[in-house]
């Protein structure tokens, strides 16, 4: 396993276009986060998965982002009418159940709304 | 509501010296895990140390150490013999029963030959 895979690694997009990530996390790994980072700040939280189903969303995100994991497998990641303040990186992890797991990092997708 | 507060946005150290990174947190729960986590200049982030709140005794990784105050819900960095490729941000991360890591801002460090 060639652990957590983004695509793609960079997008850029007008304004008002749709965009969609894919993230692949490590393959026995149940829970899959979606992060959105901007430039000198931390990780945001947007959305969980435990397995397929979505446990927690961000009420930050506002309705234009949608995130999936069907069969519990690999997650998409979209966000429609994109906004200039869209722009980031968006990061994906996966881990095993428990607290005390380690959460493993894909190395992103970069996004930019021009 | 979790809150995670780094107050050192860049520290800067000499290569084989000792720096501490310092966080803070907030959470009403009892039960929870402590991440550090490093984040090498455009590279993915990696787990650098973690620490069980019920465990007393402090975590240690190698060159890698942490102050685990549970009163005072403070959770430092230690980082002795520092190498130039610690260079990177770091970022301290509670885990709580929302399985979710919440991240601080973060601190550069930067290691000087």
């Known amino acids: 396993d060639t652990g957590v895979s983004q695509n793609p690694r960079h997008k850029i997009t007008k304004r008002g276009q749709n965009v969609t990530f894919r993230c692949d996390p490590i393959s026995e790994h149940n829970r899959l986060y979606w992060y959105r980072q901007t430039l000198g700040q931390g990780p945001e939280f947007l959305t969980y998965?435990?397995?397929?189903?979505?446990?927690?969303k961000s009420r930050l995100l506002s309705d234009r982002f949608s995130a999936e994991r069907p069969k519990g497998s690999f997650s998409t990641l979209e966000i429609q009418r994109t906004e200039q303040g869209d722009s980031a990186m968006y990061l994906c992890?996966?881990?095993?159940?428990?607290?005390?797991?380690?959460?493993?990092f894909g190395q992103g997708t970069r996004l930019t709304v021009v | 509501a979790q809150t995670v507060t780094q107050s050192q946005p860049e520290m800067s150290v000499q290569e084989a010296e000792t720096v501490t990174l310092s966080c803070t947190y907030d959470t009403s729960e009892s039960n929870y895990y402590l991440f550090w986590y490093k984040q090498p200049p455009s590279r993915q982030m990696i787990l650098v140390i973690r620490q069980e709140a019920y465990k007393q005794q402090n975590a240690t990784e190698n060159r890698f150490s942490v102050n685990f105050q549970k009163a005072a819900k403070s959770f430092s960095l230690k980082i002795s013999d520092s190498q130039l490729g610690d260079t990177a941000m770091y970022f301290c991360a509670p885990v709580t029963g929302t399985y979710k890591y919440i991240f601080g801002t973060g601190t550069r460090l930067k290691v000087l030959a």
């Open positions: 998965f435990q397995n397929e189903a979505q446990l927690e």
């Open positions: 992890a996966s881990s095993l159940p428990g607290l005390n797991t380690e959460a493993f």
